[in-house]
């Protein structure tokens, strides 16, 4: 090849990549969505999936034990030993929590036992942030000096400290506590219903999110007691069951992928409800927070569950 030919061939594929740069920087999110690749998604992992049955439906939990790994194993374990059926949801805070366990979990004489799962466990507030594979946000964050995702979980981040730490967004779970920082086991477990609860940052356990169910959680009648708890044992919801996704059949389990937070696609996407091209948009924001980077998930595909 001429050195006349080579620059053709390097003009028109830099064209091409212009070009196809072009047809992205365009496209709403819903087409940036539809125009994924299945690599761009991922399967949930059995192992660190929670299904709770709800008389109204099911809420599917991604654990994160990343960042809370003895939380994390030690809520399979209560899982695994049917540790929440027949328990409760016991508090619903507006604009606050959902907050669910043993109603009787204070009283030793009364209180479920819990099998062969901890009682105690260390606080697991943050971990290192570095060799942390963190897709960073350009954007500015008024609760941390950087933010981004991990395993599609939102990180906040502060490199002078050296530390990360899931953050409260909507749909995130955490591990209620005393006053004690390791009063936690993750028997008792609240997920965020309202605005993102950023101060709780940094104080309390998070073990991951919700990815299907919120609204069978977040539709509860709010709860007139102190705390959004409920009054009357009655008017508590009663869990019927939680399970880990390995020890259901697998004609049970939940059927839909997540998209992944590290490929070219999540990063179209994040541009897209940065900049809004929709025809229903007249002012665009060009900006994009922590909590609203929210990880889409499908039903699976056929070629996936093969």
């Given at each position: 090849m001429t050195r006349l030919s080579r620059r053709h061939a390097f003009c028109a594929a830099w064209l091409s990549l212009?070009?196809?740069?072009?047809?992205?920087?365009?496209?709403?999110?819903?087409?940036?969505?539809?125009?994924?690749?299945?690599?761009?998604?991922?399967?949930?992992?059995?192992?660190?999936?929670?299904?709770?049955?709800?008389?109204?439906?099911?809420?599917?939990?991604?654990?994160?034990?990343?960042?809370?790994?003895?939380?994390?194993?030690?809520?399979?374990?209560?899982?695994?030993?049917?540790?929440?059926?027949?328990?409760?949801?016991?508090?619903?805070?507006?604009?606050?929590?959902?907050?669910?366990?043993?109603?009787?979990?204070?009283?030793?004489?009364?209180?479920?036992?819990?099998?062969?799962?901890?009682?105690?466990?260390?606080?697991?507030?943050?971990?290192?942030?570095?060799?942390?594979?963190?897709?960073?946000?350009?954007?500015?964050?008024?609760?941390?000096?950087?933010?981004?995702?991990v395993d599609g979980m939102p990180v906040a981040a502060d490199p002078r400290t050296g530390q990360a730490w899931l953050a409260h967004c909507y749909g995130m779970v955490g591990a209620g506590r005393d006053m004690a920082a390791d009063s936690s086991n993750g028997t008792e477990l609240y997920v965020v219903i309202g605005q993102p609860a950023r101060g709780l940052d940094l104080n309390i356990t998070v073990v991951g999110r919700v990815l299907q169910g919120m609204q069978w959680l977040a539709a509860l009648p709010r709860g007139t007691a102190e705390m959004g708890f409920y009054a009357q044992p009655q008017q508590r919801t009663t869990i019927q069951r939680v399970r880990l996704m390995a020890d259901m059949p697998e004609a049970e389990r939940p059927q839909f992928e997540v998209m992944r937070t590290d490929t070219d696609s999540w990063r179209q996407l994040l541009d897209a409800r940065r900049v809004r091209r929709e025809e229903w948009f007249v002012h665009s924001p060009r900006h994009i927070n922590l909590c609203n980077a929210s990880v889409p998930t499908r039903p699976r595909t056929a070629a996936a569950k093969g």
């Open positions: 212009l070009s196809a740069a072009a047809a992205t920087a365009s496209m709403t999110a819903a087409q940036v969505i539809e125009s994924t690749k299945p690599t761009d998604w991922r399967a949930l992992d059995p192992d660190n999936t929670l299904v709770m049955e709800l008389a109204a439906g099911q809420v599917v939990i991604e654990l994160a034990p990343r960042f809370a790994p003895r939380h994390a194993a030690n809520i399979r374990t209560l899982a695994h030993e049917g540790y929440w059926d027949g328990l409760a949801i016991l508090r619903v805070q507006d604009n606050y929590v959902t907050q669910w366990g043993d109603p009787d979990g204070e009283s030793p004489d009364k209180a479920k036992p819990l099998g062969s799962a901890q009682k105690k466990l260390p606080a697991e507030f943050s971990v290192p942030l570095k060799g942390l594979p963190l897709q960073r946000l350009p954007d500015v964050d008024g609760w941390a000096p950087v933010t981004g995702l």
